[in-house]
């Protein structure tokens, strides 16, 4: 079955600075699709960036930024530059191929973001 | 702006009564997915629709229902809620289709409170 581990349930980060969050995860499918979604306390669930797991470079969305290590089976999620609206609960998530009639996300049990000022 | 529509944003029943929680989207996509999150959990599957295939996830109680009368709109009918069913239900869209990443893309979701 497929996993994903995000070990930090809270992380302070100073505005402006950089901050990683992590996250494992563990298949035994060779195609699979990883994800992060930042959850505001108003409870939308943003897209923030996908990396593939043939995709030969990490991904990059504006200040975000994933830290793809095949090998190691994790996907941190890299912020830069921290702005006070980016304090939110951050999940990763991997896709779970059904088939021909779609794919679910397993999520990650999420951390806490707090940024301050 | 394409996107994900649920209404209402909050909802509040009595224990038993029936509700129905509604999902539309812009976006043309065709899937949809319901996602149910309690407190402090992450949201896990409930169903999803690919076109018109219902596919409902193994351990989703009797009590939840869905419809999706045409590409646009997706139903979630609780039948009569209890307690434990008072959570955020999250509604996703995606495309699937060859090439393309199957990106979910929810909506704001209906925090359900049952008295």
């Known amino acids: 079955a497929q996993k994903i581990t995000q070990t930090q349930p809270g992380m302070f980060v100073q505005e402006k600075e950089a901050v990683t969050l992590d996250c494992t995860y563990d298949?035994?499918?060779?195609?699979?699709?990883l994800f992060w979604y930042k959850q505001p306390s108003s409870g939308e669930m943003i897209f923030l960036i996908y990396q593939g797991s043939y995709d030969q470079q990490n991904a990059t969305e504006g200040r975000y930024s994933l830290n793809f290590q095949k090998a190691r089976k994790s996907a941190n999620l890299v912020i830069s530059a921290s702005q006070l609206g980016d304090s939110a609960m951050y999940f990763c998530?991997?896709?779970?191929?059904?088939?021909?009639?779609?794919?679910?996300?397993?999520f990650g049990q999420g951390t806490e973001l707090s940024v301050k000022p | 702006d394409a996107m994900v529509i649920q209404n209402p944003r909050y909802q509040v029943t009595q224990f038993g009564k029936p509700v129905t929680l509604s999902c539309s989207q812009t976006?043309?996509?065709?899937?949809m997915y319901w996602y149910q999150q309690k407190s402090s959990q992450a949201p896990k599957l409930l169903f999803h629709y690919y076109d018109k295939d219902f596919n409902n996830e193994a351990d989703t109680p009797d009590n939840f229902q869905s419809r999706r009368p045409n590409t646009s709109f997706c139903f979630l009918d609780i039948r009569s809620p209890g307690l434990g069913d008072a959570a955020m239900y999250l509604c996703?869209?995606?495309?699937?289709?060859?090439?393309?990443?199957?990106?979910?893309?929810f909506g704001p979701g209906t925090r359900l409170t049952v008295l």
């Open positions: 976006l043309n996509h065709n899937v």
């Open positions: 996703a869209t995606s495309r699937l289709g060859v090439g393309v990443a199957d990106t979910q893309y």
């Open positions: 998530a991997m896709r779970e191929n059904l088939g021909n009639q779609g794919g679910k996300l397993i």
């Open positions: 298949t035994s499918d060779p195609s699979y699709g």
